[in-house]
């Protein structure tokens, strides 16, 4: 069994609909929970970080946690043509080794 | 651009060869990851240092691959004898201190092919 399970897609919705996507982990030790966005080509980029359940916004963005569930979620709202791209989870235990999802492939049609 | 930078962007090797990516932390960041990419895979941990030093090195196969952080210059990820298997996209994150929970920066990667 993966340490961190997220579903690969792809995932294609229209322009300005509500995006869910979501990670499960098995390891109730990881700590600390992150949301990446790569686009083709270029490097993963940090787009959201927590560590404690519950949710965190930023801007079109809100990061979700559930420790009892194991169970984390990112959501974008309105979204946009240019949030097209692959979308990771990253889940750390606290000794910088971070544990990636497979990655969610999000195509956002105009 | 301060930001994390690797080099080469492309790297091409015949089976046999040597590989050697190159990583250049962002300013301030004293601690290095490397993590491979294969197709259609998530990123998997490879190493971790901090200058002079190998912090983590569970993620590397045994043979073949090597890495160092030396006191000066940039952390090279060193594949020897390259076999097809290795060509992926390497990518390289930096982070400012050892404290937990800190998150990770990445370049753009250098992308492996073995012919």
């Known amino acids: 069994q993966k340490e961190v399970e997220q579903d690969p897609g792809p995932l294609s919705v229209p322009e300005g609909a509500i995006v869910s996507l979501n990670c499960t982990y098995s390891?109730?030790?990881?700590?600390?929970f992150m949301w990446y966005r790569q686009y083709s080509r270029k490097g993963p980029e940090l787009l959201m970080y927590?560590?404690?359940?519950g949710n965190k916004e930023d801007g079109r963005f809100t990061a979700q946690v559930d420790k009892s569930s194991k169970y984390i979620s990112l959501f974008i709202r309105d979204s946009q043509p240019s949030d097209s791209a692959t979308y990771l989870c990253?889940?750390?235990?606290?000794?910088?080794?971070?544990?990636f999802g497979q990655g969610t492939r999000l195509t956002i049609n105009p | 651009n301060a930001g994390v930078m690797q080099n080469p962007r492309h790297l091409v090797r015949r089976r046999g060869q040597e590989a050697r990516l190159r990583c250049s932390p962002m300013?301030?960041?004293?601690?290095v990851y490397w993590y491979r990419q294969l197709p259609e895979e998530g990123l998997k941990f490879m190493v971790y240092?901090?200058?002079?030093?190998?912090?983590?090195e569970s993620g590397m196969p045994k043979e073949r691959f090597s890495a160092e952080f030396p006191k000066e210059g940039p952390s090279i990820l060193r594949i020897q004898q390259v076999v097809r298997g290795d060509s992926a996209a390497y990518f390289c994150?930096?982070?400012?201190?050892?404290?937990?929970?800190?998150?990770?920066?990445f370049g753009d990667g250098t992308r492996l092919s073995i012919l």
């Open positions: 994150a930096s982070s400012p201190t050892s404290d937990s929970g800190q998150p990770q920066h």
């Open positions: 390891n109730s030790a990881f700590q600390y």
């Open positions: 927590t560590y404690s359940s």
């Open positions: 990253a889940l750390m235990k606290g000794a910088q080794k971070l544990v």
């Open positions: 300013k301030g960041h004293s601690h």
């Open positions: 240092l901090q200058k002079e030093n190998i912090i983590d």
